[in-house]
DNA sequence: CGAGAGGTTGATGTATTTCAATAGCTGTGG
DNA sequence: CCACAGCTATTGAAATACATCAACCTCTCG
C-alpha cells in the first residue's frame, strides 16, 4: 500500500508526488499537488488488468503485488513477456496502435494505480522534467528489452536461470526486500516461457544449481548463496565432474569456476 | 538521398516535413518549417555511428543504406539486435542514462539525419502533435522489441529465419523496393547472431527452404518463393521425407504443409 | 480427504551446435 | 591483370543441450 494514499469515495487515490517516487523519478517542484489524483484500483490474484487487443486508454503503475505480462500468438500458446512489479509501468506497448499489444495478469492480489494517457501526456506538457522522465522510462523499458533479446539468443539454459535469479533478487533489493532470499511467485512454466525453456528444464536447472551450492530451492522459495557467480555464470560444468566435485568444497570451486569452467581445474579436483 | 533535401555550407540538409515524412509520421500543419533543419552526415561502409558508453545527445534517422545495431557483452561477444534501414530511428536506448547503450554500423555507405536530442524535445513541446508522434514512435520499438522476444523464446530455426526473410520483404516494399526478390546486406554471422542461432544453422535453414522451393537463394540474393508459406511456418518436415516431397508437386505441398506438417499427409505422398 | 495443479526426475529423441574441410568471392598489391 | 590472402558461405560428421514423454510425488484448497 502506498504510504500516504488516502481514502475517498471508498478507493484509495495517490497524488503525483506518490506517483512520481513509485517510478522513481523526480517530482516536478513546481507540483500542484492536490489538482491531480491518481485513483488506485485493486485486483484479485488470476484476474487480467487488460487484454490484448482491448482499446487503450489507461497506464497502470503497480503499487504492490506482482503479475505478468503474455503475448498469445496465432495458436492460442502463451509467451511471457515481462514480470512486473512495484514501481514497474504497464500499458506503454498499447500507445502505438491506441490497443494493448499485451496482456496483464495478476499473479498475486495487486493494487495499481491508474494513469489515463491524456492525463499522462497533458501533465508532461505543464511539467518539462516530467515529460523529460516520461521519455526516460520509455527508454529505460527499451533497453531491459535489448538486454533480454541479448540473453536470450546468448545464453544456455543454466545461464539464463542464474541470471533470472540475480535479477529478480536485484529487483526485490531495490524494493526494500532481501535480494538473497524470496518467493517465486511464478510457475516453472511462467520462468520457463519468459525464458524460451520448457518447464522441466527450468527444473532440472534449478536442482542442479541448488547441487552445485550456488543457490538454496525448495518449492517456491529461492536462496542465492553465490549471487556473484550466479550473475557469471556461463555454462555448468558436465554432470559427470559436477557430482564428485559438489562433495569437495564447493564454495572454493564455485569461485574458481567462473566465468568459464577450466578442464584443468576438474581434473585437478578429481 | 532525401526528394529534396538542399546543400548548404557543403552537406545535405531536410526540413521538418522531410523527417516527419521519413519517419512516417504526420507533419505538424503549423510548422514552421524553415527555422528548424537537421544536418545529414555520410557514413562509408564499416563505419560506427555511435558506440556503447558514448556520451548520448543525438538521435540518427536513416535517410538511406543499411546497419545494424549491436551489443557487445562482457567477453567482448557482439550481439546483433536490429538492422535499421531508411525511415528508422536509432540512438533512442541512450535517452535513458544519457549515454548509448547499443552500437550502430554502417553496413553500406549510408546518409543519416542528426537530431540533437534537445531539439527533438524542444518540438515537442513546440508542437502537440510531435510530441505523441513521439511517443507512438517510442511505444512502436517496445512493441517490435517484444514480437522479438516472442519469437526468439517460441520459434524454430526454420521458422525464425523464414520469418526474417518476410519481415526483411515486408520493409523493402514499405521502402518501395521489391519485397520479394532482394540482397541481404549482412552476413550469415551477423543473421545468426540476430536470431540466436549459428551461422551454418542460417545457412543450412537457407539451403533448405530453397531445397523445398519456397524461397531461392544464391549468396546475398534472395527470392521469395511462397511468402505466405514462409511467415506460417512453424517447423520444416523430417529431412527423409523432404527429399521425396521436393521431387512431387513442391507447390502443392507447400500449400498443404502449413501451419504445422501433417503427418498422414507426408505418409500419403510417399 | 480427495482432486487437481504444480514440481521433480528419468529415459529417450532430436534440433542445433561444434568442429572441420572445402570452395567461392572480393579486394589489394605486385 | 592475375594471384593471393582473407573473409564468407556451404556441407558433412559427430557431439550435446534441450525437448519430449512419462511416471511419480507434493502441496494446496475446496
Known sequence: MSDSAWRQQGSLWSNLRQVC????????????QEDTVFQHVRFKAGQRIHRIGQAFDTLYIVNSGFLKTVHIDEYGNEQVLSFPMKGDLLGIDGIHK?????????????????????????????HVELE???????????????MMISML??????????????????????????????NLRMTR????????????????????????????????EINLIDPVALK?????????????????VTALVNKNLLPQWN?????ALN
Open 132 to 146: 523529460q522522465a516520461m521519455f526516460n522510462v520509455m527508454s529505460r523499458e527499451i533497453v531491459r528489452e535489448q
Open 232 to 248: 557469471t555464470l556461463r555454462r555448468l560444468p558436465p554432470a559427470k565432474a559436477r557430482i564428485k566435485v559438489s562433495e569437495k
Open 98 to 126: 491506441q490497443h494493448y499489444a499485451s496482456e496483464a495478469i495478476a499473479l498475486s492480489d495487486c493494487d495499481m494505480i491508474l494513469v489515463p494517457y491524456k492525463t499522462f501526456t497533458a501533465l508532461g506538457r505543464v
Open 263 to 267: 578442464g584443468e581445474l576438474a581434473a
Open 21 to 32: 517516487d513509485l517510478l522513481a523519478i523526480p517530482a516536478p517542484a513546481t507540483a500542484d
Open 153 to 182: 539468443s546468448a545464453l544456455s539454459a543454466e545461464a539464463k536461470v542464474a541470471r533470472f535469479l540475480t535479477n529478480l533478487g536485484e529487483r526485490f533489493n531495490q524494493m526494500g526486500y532481501s535480494g538473497r532470499s524470496f
Open 189 to 220: 512454466q511462467e520462468i520457463g516461457s519468459y525464458l524460451g525453456l520448457t518447464l522441466e528444464t527450468v527444473s532440472r536447472t534449478l536442482s542442479a544449481l541448488n547441487e552445485l551450492g550456488l543457490i538454496s530451492v525448495e518449492q517456491r
